[in-house]
């Protein structure tokens, strides 16, 4: 394995953006993060906000109606959301991960039927795992068949991200069951399409604004042409997805640990006991040091995965598996030190880092669960 992970630097334009969504986030998206939390509801405003800015698919290609957004950029906008409101950084994030198979491998002509509607306002989701086959994906049952001019599909797949609000769902579908994952092919399902429906809304710990649901297929018949690449190429385009797309996830978390640390500083300045704000206390200042630092090294790592993903470096599974398992393990972390921090309040849901802390734990848990993360970076280690 090539330990040159490659460099990035920021360049003004990367720190302009950050200022532009930050100030977006505090004053459309943060007031109303709370309510979409303790409600369940979909963030309407955020997605409002973002459409109107171009930052809900900001990596869709300028030829479709995007703002191409390099790597780094999208993982800044991701981030910079997160730090207020996670449910409302999954737009954004997922609809890159249900269109980079697309951007990867799919057809011009396909990309031409989905991009600039996204681009427009529309979502994507993306849909691999199974209830049997979460880690071990390969193992999915959904079966698509050719029958003429046509793709049929029988099957349902689960833990959908912001299933019943996207219009377009990538999904990895079983084309040829004795070539096991060689059989196995990605196609583009719109929510019009015959045969297609929504399960009800999964009961979660966190990340409670952004909808997850069932998605079935019924003798779901799709145009021949809305297949990504070859048949039998999809469980390869997925593993090349989640390459690209594991760092925003890593930003997410990075995002998520930044709110918590600036919760946190403002409070202990605020917060006096013993005749004196607590921030005067060294073992307070240990604590916020340490989460400042560890938020960093994240955010540092997230933006050098990205930076060689944007390159088109090979081997991106180390680090690309590295940045989402350091960044979310992270975030776990210095989330449950910001509830230590508040102390009693800290458990309440009148401060949000309760809510951080609760959003923090599925970063160490989608896209790949950080064991399977150990595993494909031991793997890649192994490999030499």
Known sequence: MNPDFGLYQLGAEHEALRETVRALAEKEIAPHAAAVDELER???????ALVRTGFHAVHVPEAYGGQ?????ATCIVIEEVARVCASSSLIPAVNKLGTMGLLLAGSEGLRKQVLPSLAAGSMVSYALSEREAGSDAAAMRTRARRDGEYWVLNGTKCWITNAGQSSWYTVMAVTDPA?????????????DDPGFSVGPKERKLGIRGSPTREISFSDCAIPADRIIGEPGTGFRTALATLDHTRPTIGAQAVGIAQGAVDASVAYVTQRRQFGRPIADFQGVQFMLADMAMRTEAARQLVYVAAARAERGAGELGFISSASKCFASDVAMEVTTDAVQLFGGYGYTRDFPVERMMRDAKITQIYEGTNQIQRLVMARALLKG
Do not use: R, T
Request: charge should be negative.
């Open 179 to 191: 070539k096991g994952a060689g059989g196995i092919s990605a196609f583009v399902v719109h929510q």
């Open 68 to 72: 191409g957004a390099d790597s780094v």
């Open 42 to 48: 979909f963030p309407h405003e955020a997605h409002a």
